[in-house]
């Protein structure tokens, strides 16, 4: 994982009504290799890492500035992951991932996830890393339609690693209801 510069600080746990994101524990490290491997969450992400980016990751993750592990409230189990990279390859602009575990998906969960990590990161970082971007392959309707949801508008649209992406900027992010 890429260690952005410190334009934000670290380490940081965010709470929504139903979820928490804290930096990734070494007991969360199971969930996340799961996350990397599992055909389903890396479908529009390149497929499943190999064995020896897994190993590199698995040992890497843990305490990662800006990697979270989104947990269910009230010490529920691992459900997925948001990663923030200010300063990365993006020119300048921090970017957001996030996978969430397939049975957790349908339930809202991602989009709180994000829309806490997006606002936070707005607020927390400084300079041109408050400008959020998220990218993902325009095949993926739902990933595409949770930005949207958020506020996040199409901002480019490029072809990278043999897939058509299109880039997301974040400009008002919207939080929506809390249940």
Known sequence: MSRPPSTFPWPATLTTDRLVLRPIEPG?????????????????LGGPVDKETLRVRERHCVGARGAFSVTLRAGGPVIGGVQLEPDGRRAGRTEVSYQLLPEHWGFGYGREAVAA??????????????KVVAVTQEANV??????????????????????????????????GPRS
């Open 117 to 130: 990590a997006v606002a936070w990161a707005r607020e927390a970082t400084t300079s041109s890393a408050s």
């Open 142 to 175: 739902r990933s595409r339609r949770l930005l949207e949801s958020i506020g996040m508008e199409q901002a480019e649209a490029f072809v990278e690693w043999g897939a058509a992406q299109v880039l997301y900027s974040a400009g008002s992010v919207r939080r």
């Open 28 to 44: 969360d490290v199971p969930a996340m290799a799961r996350l990397w491997t599992d055909e389903d969450v890396r479908r529009h």
